[in-house]
């Protein structure tokens, strides 16, 4: 099959053409006729199956006809990152070159004149993040009514990130009478739910899952103690043994150690980004760009912030932790061996991350061989389960930390940092700073001192965007499975913490009158 059997517009077939593509993807085969026919579509793919050009593609083709008026987009993509959403405008600036239409990308973390002005001009695309897009409307600057196609993706992302209540606000404003196309990597029963909510006798297609994982990607597992420096002087040799290390994404479960990491690479001479939830649109960019553009060969990212990320040519992936979830296992590795191209994964385990090892090699069907010695082989005091990395399941059964944990350190990336050497006695001190800069987990803190509440910046009242907050920092939702946090772990009640007062035995006087 070739593009031109799917019914795409002239204009549309040459920046294909352009854009170098020969044959479309199956999710692109499959799905493109039945957009055109105005019909609903549920895609079950993920990124790397070519998605966005799915919807991307028909949406440039039918939007030659008609124009927009202010204030009143035409279609509306929703997207669950403001990376992903700058993705698809992207998409639209390389498949759209012939056409004249306009485009806006409504994210947080950038100020609002902007937008207003582009929502004021009239859009054809309006791709934005929930948050944001709710806030324009309370605010009287959108109507949502003039919608006559809207794309929900990554709607399991989606509920991880706790929009789906957003998701259905949003979904009562555009007209009943809407198209709308809803593409999800994996289908839960809340994400089944809402697609039977707003789907309309959809098309459905399904592609492959990339379950099981390149072959073009060389896997191995190292076995390593629990402790964070032992970790990080192992991931260190990692990356200097590996001579054909083009550049190189490193994954942490959690948004502090993305930073902690960042920092202590970068003080080893390593020229290091950090990606993560709490950093502001602008160092996120500025990480990326320098990432993408290779001038920064190293990335330390959460999955979160990474998730769905295309950055073509990536030849090493190093999970300096052994994600919860096995499929986002497959997410971070398939970042390299892309388009039949060589690439490498390691994976740091330690004895605590046996169960989520099992799950990850049940998930792509195949054993992850070990680089050297296997979990057996390490000594017996660096065998014991680590509390702190350890996970039971799901519902975060597991040890529970402290409150605090998800306020990550706001540290300033080190982008552009260029390699130097420092020497060890300073790394540590660098290190112990990090550390001392980081939320403790309250098991940690001395019963009497009470943590003061960090004071929130002064905000015109109605002003504040809800993606201006801390990723994590959204209201909590009821539908929500996981924390963004990418703890997996959020603690009930104290957690772990049982403050001194409580443990101090009871002394009952008894009363004059008894
Ligand atoms: P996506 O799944 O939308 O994130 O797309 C993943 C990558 O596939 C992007 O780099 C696209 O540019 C690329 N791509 C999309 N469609 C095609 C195609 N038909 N042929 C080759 N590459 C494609």
Known sequence: MSFADLGLSDKVLQAVTSAGYTEPTPIQAQAIPHVLARRDVLGIAQTGTGKTAAFTLPMLTMLENGRARARMPRTLILEPTRELAAQVVENFERYGTNHKLNVALIIGGVSFGDQDAKLMRGTDVLIATPGRLLDHFERGKLLLTGVELLVIDEADRMLDMGFIPDIERIVKMVPFTRQTLFFSATMPPEIERLADMFLHNPQRIEVARPASTASTIVQKLVAVGPEGHEKREVLRRLIRGEADLNNGIIFCNRKRDVA??????????????????????????????????????????SDVAARGLDIPAVSHVFNFDVPHHPEDYVHRIGRTGRAGRAGHAFTLASRADERSLHAIEALIGQPIPWAEGDLASLPESAGEAEPRTRHRGKSGEGARRGRGSGEAARSEPRARRTPRAAPAAGVEAAEAIVAASQPKPAAAKPAAAKPAAPKPPPHPRGERSRDER?????????????????????????????????????????????
């Open 260 to 301: 902690l990491l960042q920092k202590s690479l970068a003080s080893h001479g390593f020229n290091v980004a950090a990606l993560h939830g709490d950093m502001d649109q602008r160092a996120r960019t500025v990480a990326l760009d320098g990432f993408r553009s290779g001038e920064v060969p190293l990335l330390v990212a």
């Open 470 to 514: 801390p990723q994590d920092d959204r209201r909590p939702s009821p539908v929500r499975r996981r924390n963004e946090d990418e703890d997996g772990e959020t603690p009930l009640g104290l957690g772990a913490h049982v403050p001194a007062f409580l443990l101090r035995p009871a002394v009952i006087k008894p009363r004059k009158d008894d």
